[in-house]
């Protein structure tokens, strides 16, 4: 286990305030106003609502991550795959659980942008020179917003990244400040601590199960804890949480009083609900939504208050962005997502940048402002996805605590609570179903679709496969090496294997090089990358099998280590030189005398569908998806760092399940019949 994990450094707590919670923290910034929506401000309603807050945030943020999942760490590493990784040779179905988080967790990405940035820019309007600011206006700066934010992922956030910790001590003190100055407001607020007001909201008040719904939004973030467990450590995590989460409560205290004492017996209501005929003519003395987030500030304080708002906003996204990013990257790497573009803008440990997902998310984002207009629309569709993805994490978490040897009785324990609550939350969120829930499970489902027919799709080809033993053919390959009667192909060829048995190659790589036109080399490199359930170990060990004849190279990367082949393969080579272990002058008369060093041509096998499969029509269809879905993604040469090197790419077929009964009737003509 990494000894950073633990240390609590100040640095470490600056870092994680600003990396981290982001997301969670700019909560208050519309829970109150989606729990208050259409309904009549009354002490059930606010001390229930603030109730159910706190024990949301101490049962499912503070217990199931800060406490319990925190301690499955990855050598220092967290988040949904992290975990995955350490409980996959548990059983073979829990990827699906893996894969519905991962694609959960994106599509929160898209959404979770537009509502904190559109939240805080909607309080323009309760600046008095900017009141009653047209929602075109606001929709416009948004996307201002977003295009800056995103257009500015290509460039690295190392240095802005420094910016985010003051930045968002400054929104945290801000918000317990503004809770403070209001509690005494009204202080029967206190009574919220009681669990007891939140069961009897959620069972006394008409439909009030359903507000679990609005509450959930306040711990949205909570999965960003764990996935950022590697920037920060555990320690800074846990001591910085009791900051935030003491803010966090004091500012909806303060909310909550200020509702109470200032507009108890009103009813907000956003625009689209006031437009609506049955509630008008339901709730006559209906009032447009007023953001209590907003009403605790003083009015001089109003329009520095927004520009706080704006940047920790800006930060939240930030996070969701740089996390959608790492989340792709581990997925590429364990063979559950094509191969993309990766590009790397500094050196800085995890900073990297997805060109695809930064447009992807970007389309996302601004297809969501666009559709849904205002945060309290969005806020509708929010939260459905990532309980998907809570539910996941329990899942794994619970099998984690099965290798650990948890006793049964706390695993059970552990299940009964969390399924339960995170069920409920659940079956809450569907009723946001029809209100624009349907737009964020439609990403995840795309999302996950996609992740299954790439990891289906290979355990089909794996069948396929052919493997031979290496030491067969040895002699065969010496003898085309040392055979001045074919024509050279390259000095030095390099062939990528998937063969994880160093005495084994695929019988692909020896037709491709004996069979037909012969490729001879001087040497022959088979190199072999594995992924390993470790998160960053970078090492290699190499296999003479005949020296400067036939090489074995075998690479041992962890999940989030890029395959950049061309540059570690050079690295091994110079090694090899360097100890004398080979030779690589060319062998050509005239550039030996020269000291020239030979010319290295990798090839790569690229597999397509044969027309000569009989596969079930479920199996069929994947296949076709999948060599679909490769057409648009990155090459295997681009993927593997290699599009700086010599490249051949083979085409061969991939045939999964050969046609078993061909029907094929021979004729005679009538002079063959006579003979």
């Not at 988040?79 to 893996?98: C, E, H, N």
């Not at 988080?101 to 898209?110: E, N, R, V």
């Not at 490729?519 to 470790?534: G, M, Q, S």
């Amino acid at each position: 286990m990494s000894k950073h994990v633990n240390r609590v450094t100040a640095a470490g707590l600056v870092i994680a305030l600003g990396i981290i919670y982001g997301d969670i923290g700019t909560s208050p910034l519309y829970v109150f106003s989606e729990i208050i929506n259409g309904k009549q401000i009354s002490d059930l309603l606010i001390i229930g609502g603030l109730s159910c807050i706190i024990w949301t945030l101490t049962l499912q943020t503070t217990i199931k991550y800060v406490i319990l999942t925190l301690k499955a760490d990855n050598k220092g590493e967290g988040g949904i795959f992290s975990l995955y990784t350490l409980v996959r040779r548990q059983k073979k179905w829990l990827v699906i659980p893996a894969m519905i988080g991962g694609a959960a967790l994106l599509a929160d990405g898209m959404i979770t942008p537009p509502i904190t940035v559109t939240a805080a820019v909607e309080g323009l309007d309760n600046i008095p020179l900017l009141h009653g600011i047209e929602l075109r206006t606001i929709i416009i700066i948004v996307l201002g917003i977003l295009a800056v934010l995103f257009f500015m992922q290509q460039f690295g956030t190392n240095s802005i990244g420094k910016m985010f910790g003051p930045i968002m001590i400054i929104w945290f003190s801000m918000l317990a400040i503004l809770g403070i100055m209001h509690i005494n407001d009204d202080w029967q607020i206190l009574k919220a601590f009681n669990p007891y007001y939140a069961i009897k909201l959620l069972t006394q008040y008409p439909k009030g199960f359903l507000l679990l719904g609005a509450v959930f939004l306040c711990t949205t973030g909570a999965e960003a804890l764990y996935s950022d467990l590697g920037h920060c450590g555990r320690g800074n995590i846990r001591y910085s949480w009791i900051f935030v989460k003491t803010c966090l409560i004091l500012n909806y205290l303060g909310q909550g009083s200020y509702l109470l004492h200032a507009h108890s017996g009103k009813i907000f209501a956003t625009k689209e609900l006031l437009n609506n005929a049955n509630f008008k003519a339901l709730h006559p003395s209906a009032i447009e939504m007023s953001n209590p987030f907003f009403g605790l500030m003083p009015d001089w304080f109003v329009t520095p208050g927004i520009i706080i708002a704006t940047a920790a906003a800006i930060i939240a996204s930030q996070a969701l962005i740089s996390g959608s990013f790492t989340l792709i990257s581990e997925a590429i790497r364990l063979n559950l997502w094509p191969r993309m573009k990766i590009n790397y803008p500094s050196e800085a440990k995890g900073q990297l940048f997805v060109p695809g997902i930064n447009s992807l998310l970007f389309v996302g984002c601004s297809g969501i402002v666009l559709y849904f207009q205002t945060s309290s629309a969005m806020g509708a569709a929010y939260g459905l996805a990532i309980t998907l993805c809570m539910l996941a994490t329990t899942i794994l978490f619970a099998n984690f605590m099965i290798t650990k040897r948890v006793k049964a009785g706390l695993i059970y324990l552990f299940l009964a609570v969390f399924l339960t609550i995170e069920i409920s939350f659940l079956i809450a969120n569907l009723d946001k179903f029809p209100h624009g829930g349907y737009v964020t499970l439609i990403v995840g489902g795309a999302l996950f679709v996609i992740m299954y027919i790439w990891y289906r799709a290979r355990k089909i080809k794996n069948r396929y496969v052919e493997f031979v033993r290496l030491d067969e053919y040895i002699p065969k390959l010496e003898e085309l090496s040392n055979d001045i009667t074919v024509p050279k192909y390259a000095t030095h060829l390099v062939y990528l294997t998937s063969a994880n048995n160093p005495k084994e190659i695929e019988h692909k790589i020896i037709y491709s090089i004996l069979s037909g036109k012969p490729k001879r080399a001087d040497i022959y490199w088979f190199v072999h990358v594995d992924t390993l359930d470790d998160p960053y170990t970078s090492e290699y060990s190499v296999e003479h099998i005949i020296p400067n004849d036939i090489i074995r190279v075998e690479f041992r990367l962890g999940f989030r280590q890029q395959p950049r082949l061309n540059l570690m393969f050079k690295k091994v080579v110079e090694d090899l030189v360097a100890n004398r272990e080979v030779n690589v002058t060319s062998r050509y008369e005239s550039q030996q005398r020269n000291n020239m060093v030979g010319d290295f041509q990798f090839v790569v096998m690229e597999k397509f569908l044969s027309q000569d499969n009989e596969l079930p029509f479920f199996e069929r269809l994947i296949m076709k998806l999948y060599f679909w879905v490769k057409e648009i993604s990155l090459s295997e040469e681009k993927g593997f760092g290699l599009e700086q090197s010599y490249v051949q790419v083979e085409k061969f077929p991939l045939i999964v399940a050969p046609v078993s009964k061909l029907k094929l009737k021979r004729i005679y003509t009538e002079e063959e019949e006579d003979f």
